[in-house]
């Protein structure tokens, strides 16, 4: 599920991604299961509006939500 605007619901959509590679130092995690909590809620919104500073002015840099996940 992603994201191309900030906003409620209705602005996540299905779509598919290419698989990731991991860079130096970094891992790939299979991920079996993913939870949505309240950091996930105030991203998709942009909610405090100080967080577009940090995530992208106009639309967000990161197209996936998703802090928790299992694999």
């Not at 790939?28 to 949505?36: F, N």
Request: aromatic letters at 8%.
């Amino acid at each position: 599920v992603v994201y191309d605007r900030y906003g409620g619901p209705e602005q996540l959509r299905i779509d598919d991604m290419a698989r990731p590679t991991a860079g130096p130092g970094e891992i790939v995690v299979r991920v079996e299961a993913a939870g949505v909590n309240a950091l996930d809620r105030r991203l998709l919104r942009a909610d405090p509006f100080l967080a577009r500073f940090a995530n992208g002015l106009f639309r967000p840099r990161a197209r996936v939500l998703g802090a928790d996940v299992a694999g």
